[in-house]
């Protein structure tokens, strides 16, 4: 979203104009937003009969608008239409790690002073946990429905953002589940579906809505900024990586609505482009919702990239790409002259509006009071409950990432380390704690709380605030240092060093935190344990390297709950078992890789080194899925195939090579039976998370190991679990050719588990083809 843009403001101020005048009831709860029961004059219409189908309803609706008020409902602050009983609706909330008030469309106040916070999505994508996803999401669409039944909420949130954090600088990495596809992927599906809910029959709890579609993850780097560039994306870039969550979200998500980007890719704007949107994610993919911009992106497209001559050519170009609402004024400016002008036809708006329209409907906005339907108990008494504050300490302790245990060091002990100097920028953080796109918090615990739980504290913040300019704040740190018995560092970033259109220009800690992590190992007679509060990865090389420190934990930022959470991992309360959602690079890495440069293969002939660990090779700080634990595990393979033959649904002229996807009978392949026991071999209780990664036979197909699968598993000290690892061949064993076409390479695949390599010979069976 922006925030810099005029025209928002423009749309912010017609949004309040509309809540004044339809009024929005705070205690006694929302009133219906259509199809009043009392109103006798359109309860009877065919859009109000819940015994007809979605498609009825939405026809007889469309049919009963004018063209001006079909105009006025492509935009995310809906127009009312009082005649026919409908309130003004503002589409714009977001619900990224709990209800956020980021969006226009959710306040707090009154009964609703606040919403649980969950951890910043980059720290619980580290947990691994698919559960936990799917939990987050399941509360937070609780606490959304409560407040939409007290009238101030919606129901249609702008979350999750499933771009792949692609550049360690990017200021919005944060907000994503890591560089990884199939990580991205799961957690996506699985939050979706959390928020969405299952009641089946297309009923939607809250519509979530997968972001930002395609390529997008550059905010504001080196002049270039996201309203302005162009990524340029290859086939196969787009179909092996980019693309691979947003399909997971459609696919198995099931999302009721993808947002296209700022950018361009490839020299269109991704909102314009029929391809991306009618084709792919309509067609290909077959969404079952609605296509919204990102605010004022179709404005961008005009005035910032000068992508038509014409505003009203701008707004004919997205309605007919497949856009169905536009987050900001555009559409509903310039859209009647567009159709005057004959660029579009009604028929194109009827087709954007019944996408919005049925999912209004499938969240029974069209069926009355909402204290009369599904979820219409939920209030006041289900935000904040004590489960769901719970829920967000579970959260931050499952995401913390144990970096470094230099001989053994963590966890502390209270009877041994009676005095604690608690020292840092991040120290006694709050709101910092709960990242950006987050609404207002229960309440916080934070870190020097958390500590101060189980022992005597000394606070010292060491540094002013994270940039850390002087080093004025250090000699009272190393003095608390001094006379402590253990001294724990709590550096990193904020939202002013790493934002939304905000990009850093290194991945070293800012300002003088460096000096001060060292000056206080050197003080402390005790362990010095740095904790890394950031959403972006920093290059630590120094503090891993320097035997005066002993632990390094990286927290993300951990949520309302972060400072009791990481103050049990220090103590080992918590076992840690989160592992890296990204790769940790040094500095060096970022002098030859330029962050307009999109693509994730190293070119030997420009020295481009590559991205991720997919496909990068060089040095790392530390890599993705690392994590300690204070116990520790092994692996054995108890099950696993060593031949796979694959039924080819058609002749496939270079199978003996690699098999085309779309060739494959996929539907006719079950998953692998791939079962690994895991044994916790340690002495204390844990969670372990089996990553299950795979090289494929040819190394055309890229050489270096990519993630297939993984599972958590908790084991408690001496114990052992079989673990079944769902891998299908034809998502997971494929890889995309230059051409941009996913193709299953026959030959030998090996799977890694850890320290194990399992060989699978894989051959098309050409036998079953039927001619
Ligand atoms: C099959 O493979 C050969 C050699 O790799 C290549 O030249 C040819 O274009 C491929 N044909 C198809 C249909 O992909
Ligand atoms: C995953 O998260 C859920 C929800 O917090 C929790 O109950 C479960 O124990 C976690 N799984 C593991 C293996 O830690």
């Known amino acids: 979203m922006a925030n810099g843009y005029s025209a928002v403001v423009v749309a912010m101020v017609v949004v309040i104009v509309v809540a004044a005048v339809v009024g929005v009831p705070a205690a006694e709860g929302a009133a219906a937003f259509a199809c009043d029961k009392r109103n006798v004059g359109t309860r009877n219409m065919g859009f109000c009969k819940e015994s007809l189908g979605i498609e009825e309803r939405v026809k007889d609706l469309i049919g009963r608008l004018t063209l001006g008020e079909k105009i006025r409902l492509l935009v995310n602050n809906a127009i009312a239409v009082p005649r026919l009983g409908i309130r003004g609706y503002e589409w714009w909330s977001e619900a990224l790690h709990g209800v956020s008030n980021v969006g226009p469309g959710t306040k707090f106040g009154g009964p609703f002073p606040g919403a649980t916070s969950f951890p910043q999505v980059i720290t619980t994508a580290a947990s691994f946990n698919q559960s936990l996803w799917l939990e987050i999401g399941r509360v937070v669409s609780d606490e959304a429905r409560a407040m939409y039944n007290g009238g101030t909420a919606g129901l249609t949130y702008w979350s999750p953002n499933v771009n792949i954090f692609r550049d360690p600088r990017w200021g919005r990495g944060q907000e994503t589940p890591g560089e990884d596809p199939i990580l991205a992927a799961k957690y996506a599906a699985n939050y979706v579906q959390g928020l969405q809910g299952n009641a089946g029959r297309r009923r939607l709890k809250v519509a979530a809505c997968c972001k930002h579609y395609t390529a997008y993850d550059l905010d504001n780097w080196n002049g270039v900024d996201r309203y302005h560039f162009n990524a340029k994306v290859s086939k196969q870039d787009l179909e092996d990586t980019y693309n691979v969550p947003f399909k997971a979200c459609v696919v198995e998500g099931k999302v009721a609505s993808v947002m296209c980007s700022y950018n361009q890719v490839n020299g269109k704007p991704t909102c314009a482009d029929p391809d991306l949107l009618k084709n792919t994610i309509r067609g290909a993919w077959g969404l079952d919702g609605y296509i919204v911009s990102d605010c004022d992106s179709v404005g961008v497209l005009y005035d910032s990239q000068h992508f038509t001559p014409t505003p009203e050519e701008a707004a004919a170009s997205t309605i007919k790409a497949g856009l169905d609402l536009d987050c900001g004024p555009f559409l509903a400016v310039h859209t009647a002259t567009a159709v005057g002008r004959g660029l579009l036809k009604e028929i194109d708006l009827n087709n954007a509006l019944t996408n919005l329209l049925s999912v209004q409907m499938r969240l029974g906005m069209f069926d009355g009071e909402p204290a009369a339907q599904p979820y219409g108990n939920l209030g006041p008494k289900d935000v904040c409950t004590p489960a769901h504050k719970h829920l967000a300490l579970e959260a931050a302790r499952q995401g913390i990432v144990l970096l470094q245990n230099r001989g053994g060091a963590l966890p502390l002990s209270p009877t041994r380390h009676r005095t604690v100097a608690v020292i840092g920028p991040n120290s006694d953080a709050t ?123 990286w927290v993300g930022y951990p949520g309302q709950a972060g400072g009791a959470a990481i103050a049990d991992v220090l103590f080992g309360a918590t076992n840690p078992g989160g592992k890296l959602p990204m790769t940790w690079y040094p500095q060096s890495y970022l002098a030859k890789v330029p962050m307009t440069n999109m693509g994730l293969r190293p070119d030997p002939s420009t020295g481009y080194p590559g991205r991720t660990y997919r496909f990068y ?46 060739h494959t009978d996929c539907a006719s392949v079950s998953d692998l039976p791939i079962q690994v026991d895991v044994k916790n071999t340690g002495t204390v209780d844990g969670s372990h998370t089996i990553l299950v990664f795979s090289t494929a036979p040819n190394p055309i197909w890229s050489p270096e190991k990519h993630l297939i699968g993984f599972e958590k598993v908790h084991l408690m000290a001496g114990s052992q679990k079989r673990v079944r690892i769902g891998i299908h061949v034809c998502d997971h064993l494929s890889r995309v050719d230059e051409f941009g076409t996913r193709r299953i390479p026959t030959g030998e695949h090996k799977l890694h588990i850890g320290d194990l390599t399992h060989s699978i010979s894989l051959h098309a069976d050409l036998q079953d083809i039927k001619f």
Request: glycine share 10%; hydrophobic share 40%; aromatic share 6%.
């Open 431 to 553: 709101v910092t704690m709960i990242g950006n796109y987050a609404g207002v918090a229960c309440e916080y615990t934070t870190p020097l709380q958390g500590i101060s739980k189980y022992v005597k504290t000394i606070h010292a913040k060491g540094c002013a605030n994270v940039a850390c300019v002087g080093d004025q704040l250090i000699g009272e740190a190393e003095a608390a240092a001094r006379v402590a018995d253990a001294a724990v560092v709590v550096v990193g970033l904020d939202q002013s060093i790493e934002a939304e259109a905000r990009d850093r220009n290194g991945v070293l800690l800012p300002g003088k935190q460096e000096e001060l992590v060292k000056r206080v190992g050197w003080a402390c007679k005790g362990p010095t344990v740095v904790v890394l509060m950031s959403g972006g990865p920093i290059d630590v090389s120094f503090a891993k390297n320097d035997g005066k420190i002993s632990g390094i934990l």
């Open 617 to 662: 090779k060089g040095p790392v700080v530390f890599p993705f899925g690392f994590g300690l634990s204070y116990s520790k595990f092994s692996h054995s393979i108890a099950e696993a195939p060593t031949k796979i033959s694959l039924p080819l649904s058609s002749l496939s002229p270079n199978s003996s090579a690699a098999v085309k996807v779309s």
